[in-house]
């Protein structure tokens, strides 16, 4: 017999309208994972691919920091691939579909949006945000739930952003300063008390406290420790190299100048890279 034909799709089996369709995606990762199919991704698990959706959410968040669209088109693309490998691992195992995905959010959405799609009224964001968390307060009384503010925030949120969501919950509880002079007294009483910190772990103590109440200074001026911080990295980065870069270009064996002389091509490459 002659050799069969591979019949397996390629990009060419799609038409540039099946191509921006959310169901190709679906269609293609059902295929991949197939038998017959990719063996790494017949292997993947919801375990084994937390790491790729942590990698792939925070590629997102750098192209929405770079400012390009093309870049943020392609990152949430890829964003968009987890989500359809763990819709078809769970309609594998018999747990959920994407269409319960779907019908979930999409309720959801509708359901706590009662300004928008219901006669709820809501005269501005605040508002909004105040409506949102009573609509969940009921649903979850609703299921017989009755979590603190501070229960339910998963663990695996970076440090800074688990404090600022518990800092959000809390306020929105009412356990929330007048305004923000009550934040930056308490972080003078946090300073005074880690210089009066006398051992290892009281000055670790004070530390995170410190930091803690760093975070609520920056969630009182409207921002997110986590952005505020990155941009700090990202500076310190672009200056510190642009330091090795003037020392280069003056012949200068970096690591032997004094700290003066450093401090000196420090405030130089501040001001040429911001």
């Given amino acids: 017999m002659p050799p069969q034909e591979d019949s397996s799709p390629t990009q060419d089996s799609f038409s540039e309208q099946e191509l921006g369709k959310f169901q190709t995606l679906m269609d293609i990762v059902a295929r991949l994972r197939a038998p017959g199919g990719c063996p790494w991704d017949r292997e993947q698990t919801h375990e084994s691919l937390k790491r790729n959706l942590l990698e792939e959410s925070y590629e997102v968040i750098e192209a929405i920091d770079q400012g390009d669209p093309a870049v943020l088109s392609e990152e949430l693309g890829d964003l968009l691939v987890q989500v359809a490998f763990h819709a078809d691992i769970a309609k594998e195992a018999g747990d959920f579909q994407l269409e319960d995905v779907l019908r979930e959010i999409n309720a959801k959405l509708v359901r706590r949006h009662p300004h928008v799609f219901a006669d709820g009224h809501a005269k ?34 970076p440090a800074l952003a688990y404090a600022q969501l518990m800092q959000d919950r ?105």
């Fill in 170 to 274: 809390v306020g929105k509880a009412g356990f929330e300063w007048d305004d923000i002079s009550g934040v930056l007294d308490k972080i003078v009483e946090e300073v005074a008390e880690l210089k009066a910190a006398a051992t290892p772990e009281e000055k670790m103590h004070e530390l995170g406290d410190l930091l803690f109440t760093m975070v609520n200074l920056t969630r009182w001026s409207g921002e997110h420790a986590e952005d505020v911080l990155r941009k700090a990295n990202q500076r310190f980065g672009k200056r510190y190299l642009g330091m090795e870069k003037l020392a280069a270009e003056r012949s200068l064996d970096f690591n032997s100048l004094s700290l003066n002389q450093k401090e000196e091509l420090w405030q130089e490459a501040k001001r040429l890279v911001g």
């Fill in 124 to 157: 501005d964001a605040r508002e909004v945000e105040r409506n949102w968390e009573q609509i969940k307060a009921e649903e979850r009384k609703a299921k017989g739930e009755s979590k603190s503010p501070v229960e339910g925030i998963p663990g695996n949120l």
